[in-house]
């Protein structure tokens, strides 16, 4: 018998999950951007139509900050990155046991409008997707920053603020989001963090750690 994963409230997990056959979902702006107004959409209690049905009364719609929660959420997001193929969540629950659903709401919901835009048939996603919980501070800095330098570890970008869809942008140009937002990051300083994510060495010697605690 597989038990169900619990995500208890108050608990954290690096979220990921991946297009089948790596397929490139995420290459178009467009994509990624209606990716992220899902994501936003669903994380809501208070909604109970599809997005797509929404959509047809607000075609205009676009998400607000994802870091930003509206009012009645599931969870609250620490951090995102949305890759070419994949994508990574940092989110802190809300609302016990409702996190699956949620996941799935979106998942199928964007698999609904990738296969009408481009016409074809089947599954989008490599498999159900990932989730580690986050045990401590350390972990939480380490794996805040891997998601962040996605876009340079895979040589997408030079700089990780030039890649579009992450939320690192706003971590390194508004203090706001250090010191009253995201307030779980014990970094308060965006010039700190900035240097914190961004020195390569100490990113590459902490390597082999942050794979460690990715995968404890």
Same mark, same amino acid.
């Given at each position: 018998m597989i038990l169900k994963k619990k995500f208890a409230k108050g608990e954290i997990f690096h979220v990921f999950n991946k297009s089948i056959a790596n397929y490139g979902i995420f290459n178009d702006l467009e994509n990624s951007r209606r990716f992220i107004d899902t994501l936003f959409y669903y994380n809501n209690k208070l909604e109970d139509e599809s997005f797509s049905k929404f959509l047809k009364r607000k075609e205009n719609y676009h998400a607000e900050n994802l870091l930003i929660a509206k009012d009645f959420p599931y969870i609250k997001f620490l951090c995102y990155c949305i890759m070419p193929d994949h994508y990574h969540l940092l989110v802190k629950i809300i609302e016990e046991d409702y996190f699956s659903k949620y996941i799935s709401d979106v998942e199928n919901s964007f698999t609904r409008f990738f296969n009408v835009k481009f016409e074809r048939i089947g599954p989008l996603w490599q498999t159900s997707f990932k989730s580690v919980r986050i045990k401590s501070n350390e972990q939480l800095l380490h794996v805040h920053r891997y998601i962040h330098l996605n876009p340079t570890t895979s040589s997408l970008v030079d700089k990780p603020e030039d890649w579009t869809h992450s939320s690192y942008r706003d971590f390194i140009s508004n203090p706001k989001f250090l010191r009253e937002i995201i307030t779980e990051i014990s970094i308060k300083n965006p010039d700190t963090y #900035? &240097?914190?994510?961004?020195? $390569? #060495?100490?990113? $590459? &010697?902490?390597?082999k750690l942050i794979k460690k605690l990715l995968l404890d």
């Open positions: #900035k &240097r914190f994510v961004e020195d $390569q #060495k100490d990113y $590459q &010697r902490k390597l």
